[in-house]
């Protein structure tokens, strides 16, 4: 793949429902805590926005500009990805077979591609708010405190819940150059926000008075992101050879699932353990 960036892939797509278990929760809770927190991430977004309406000095203008921040962006994302992964879960724990099987293969790429988001974008916005943004002293104002902590402390745990709990594999490493244009696609955005809004969403964007060091920040973001992706990729695959390899959980699956019969019924998938054992497990 990583020589076809372009390319959806031809294998067959997650013949033991990765995306949609977890090696220690069942399919209904791992659907519960998933719609949880794309509840949570979606009343926070709209609560903030409807607060700075009425209490803003410049009213909506000011939920109108949030949507030029990459922290609120990613904040929606999450609760899109939240979204999405709680019906396929659903649908999984329901019947069998999720939603997701039922797509055509470039969607159920993309479904990975977001996976690679929301575990690797959360990260860089804390990193970033809090090592090189926030300059305290602590929020005055509850609303304030509540706001940046949901948007810049608790999107990293919502990441870390998708890489600790599900049964995901690593991300192929061909993910790494979309997130890299997604950033960079994020960098149009800013300066199209200066033209239109005359601010820039961050302050080191501002060339007028970082000058030279906007570069570098650019490319330290995206250095940064690369760093981040290695890591989470490295944590996935500690997980798994800990859950399964040590620890024999190869996971908690729903009990409508599907036996393949015929020749698929012997097929070697995950570890070489044949797919009726996993199921049954």
Request: aromatic share 20%.
């Amino acid at each position: 793949m990583a020589g076809k960036p372009f390319s959806f892939g031809t294998d067959r797509w997650d013949p033991t429902h990765r995306f949609e278990t977890s090696w220690l929760l069942s399919p209904w809770v791992l659907f519960l805590f998933r719609a949880l927190f794309s509840l949570y991430a979606f009343f926070t977004t709209i609560f903030i926005s409807v607060w700075n309406c009425e209490f803003s000095p410049i009213g909506c203008l000011e939920s109108e500009e949030r949507f030029s921040y990459f922290t609120v962006l990613t904040f929606w994302g999450l609760g899109f990805y939240f979204l999405v992964a709680a019906v396929h879960t659903f649908t999984y724990a329901r019947s069998g077979v999720p939603l997701l099987d039922r797509f055509p293969r470039p969607l159920q790429a993309l479904h990975s591609a977001f996976y690679s988001t929301v575990v690797t974008y959360p990260f860089i916005v804390t990193i970033v708010y809090w090592g090189v943004l926030y300059t305290g002293p602590w929020f005055p104002v509850v609303f304030d405190g509540w706001s940046n902590i949901s948007q810049h402390m608790l999107n990293s745990v919502f990441a870390l819940f998708e890489i600790i709990f599900p049964r995901t594999d690593p991300m192929p490493p061909v993910h790494m150059l979309w997130l890299i244009l997604v950033l960079a696609l994020y960098l149009a955005v800013a300066y199209i926000t200066h033209a239109r809004w005359g601010f820039y969403p961050y302050s080191f964007l501002d060339p007028s008075k970082q000058h030279a060091f906007v570069a570098a920040y650019v490319f330290g973001i995206a250095i940064g992101a690369l760093i981040v992706f290695g890591v989470v990729y490295g944590l996935i695959a500690l997980r798994k050879w800990i859950t399964e390899t040590k620890l024999g959980k190869h996971g908690k699956f729903a009990k409508q699932s599907p036996r393949r019969i015929g020749a698929d019924e012997e097929e070697m998938v995950d570890d070489q353990i044949p797919y009726r054992t996993i199921l049954e497990e």
